[in-house]
Structure formats: C-alpha cells, structure tokens
C-alpha cells in the first residue's frame, strides 16, 4: 500500500490494516521534558489533511486529560456529513506521541506546543513534521480555565437572580434584597457574604469549563431563619460542579448553571486590586466622633478623625501612635457609627488621579472612646 492510501486510511478510520504496533501501551514515566508532562497539550486541534481523491479531509480532533478523545474528519468537496469517533488514547514510550485506541485505533500522532502531526508508520515524533500532516490547536481547558479564573478573581460579584431548573425564582435567595450576596475569588480561593454566615473555600474551573468548589467552611452564627436558609440554599447548589458562564464589557456578568438544580446571575464590579493595582496593608485608628474639615475638593465638609497604629510579629499594638488628622478620602467599604472608636485594617491604593485609595479589609477593634 502506498503511503498516501496508508493516510487515507488512517484518516478515515475504516482500515484496520493500519492499526500496527498493537502492543504499544501507556509508557512508564516520562523523561524530565517530554510533550506529555512539560506541555498544556490537553484540547482542540482542527487543520485540513492529505485525501488520495478529494481536496482534503477536514479534522478536528480532541485530546482531553482524562485519556479521552474525539475526532470528526469530513471529506471536503463530499456531501457526507462529519464522521464522529470517540475512544481512549495512550502514551507511546517517549511521552511525545500519543495512540488513539476505540474507534479510531492506530493511529499516532506527534504532539508538540499547540500542535499535533499525524505520524506515517515507523516515523519519529520529532519535530519539524511535514505541514500538511499538521494540526493546529484552537482550544486549549487550561488557558481558558485561567482567563476565566482571571475574570472572576478581578471582580466582585452580587447575586442579581437566582432559577430553579424550571426558571422559577428560588425564593430563599430571590427575597433576600436587604443582605445581598457576594461572590469573592481571589487565589484559587471563594468567599461568600450576604447570608447569615461567611462560607469560604477552594475551588478550581475543570477542563469542561465548570466551576467545582471543595467543601466549604463557614463561621456559625445563628441568625434569622431566612439568612440561614440562604446559606443552605447556596451550600447545596455548589454541591456539584456548576457551568461557568462570563459576559465582560462595561457591564460584566457571570452565571453558573446547573441544568438540574438551577441558575445563579451576577453582576460584576472590578476589584481595587483590578482598578489600581497592588495595595499596601495599613492600620487605622478611627476617632468616635467625626471633625469638621475642608475638603480641597468639596469645600466644607466633616470627615473621620484617624491616626495610623503599628502591631508587631507578635500582634501586639506599638506605642506611639501616629498623629491625628482629618481623612478626606474616606473609606471604601466603611460606615461609621457616631461614638463607635474602630481600629481598620486596610487596603491603600495609589489612586489614578494620584490620591490615595482606602479600602476596608477588617474590622480589628471596635469599642468607646480612644486610648
């Protein structure tokens, strides 16, 4: 058989003639820089192949981490409709080539850095391969997964709506307006508020694009019976992995969907971090009563009275504290209660316009006049 009808075979997957090297099996571990473990090479490749009596054949195959795969090859210049083949796929000895096994078995292929040749019997997985062998990658989990984790980790995100399967509204969280819940990602970590209790854990975005939250930990306060109902509501939706769904523009959205238990919407606001970069931690001592001040900006005006505190390794606070003063920036993130002394941890950012940026991070001491 010549070599171009061994391709033809190969590629449309009706010859088992083709199928050699039947003892190939998963390879042993890998040497240090192999595709297998130093690439992202999990994904979509798509790209046009040699055919003996057509322009080609059209090819989009999919090479998933669980060891499985998909193909579909359709005959340009044909009628017939795409042919679908699904099965598992091995490691060749190497780690730089891969067998399809199941429907499509046999056949070999090179994998490179955003590519994948398709292998003629006996040829080495070494790169350069012949163009027309090749096939480009178009989609890869794991660079998705990270502009996704990326987007979500540079917003804040408030529940809008929330649907059952049905797409009736899940009233537990639909009425709760006066505590609204909020989303926080940040490092492969999320953070919920708006309920009676702030749950927190782990959560990652699989190669299907769904986000999967490990099990979660919560503070245990006992609230009203509707605030606990929402913390309920919302543990047993993150259950199980849940579609991620993100809209960016100059109104972001983010929905996470599961088909059997319901919907959850958000609207997105860009994180201080997203907005003006990295932060410096302070502390501040808030005074009980505010001061009258002239605000550059705003004309007369009264503004929290603060000083900042230091703590040491050991937490404990370091005398003296600094001076105090009128704050005309106010605090993102604070309200202040006439009489209530606060010791803040904060966030502060260089603003745009060349300001500084105070944003809440914690509440540390709260009680009566100051020391």
Known sequence: MKPLSILLAALTFALSACATNSGATSSPPDAAHSSRN????????EGVLPCADCPGIKTRLTL?????????????????????????????????A??????????QFAVGEGRLAWLEPGAAPSWPQPARYVLTLVSNPAKAAQSVQGTLESHRWTLDTATDANGKPLAGLAANTARPVVFHFAEGRLNIEGGCNRSFGGYRIDAEGRMVVNRMASTMMACDPALMKVDDDLAKLLATPMKVEVAQGEKPTLRLIDAKAGTLAFSGQLTPEARYGAPTRIFLEVAPQTVACNNPLTGATSCLQVREIAFDNKGLRVDPPGAWRALYEGIEGYSHQSGVRNVLRLKRFQGKTGGDVYVLDMVVESGGAAR
């Open 38 to 45: 130093s690439l992202d090479w999990a994904g979509t490749y």
């Open 98 to 107: 891969v067998k399809l096994e199941g429907e499509a078995r046999g056949q």
């Open 64 to 96: 998933r981490q669980d060891g499985s795969y998909e193909v579909a090859s359709e005959y340009l210049e044909r009628k017939a409709a795409p042919r679908i083949e699904r099965g598992q796929f091995v490691w060749l000895p190497g780690g730089n």
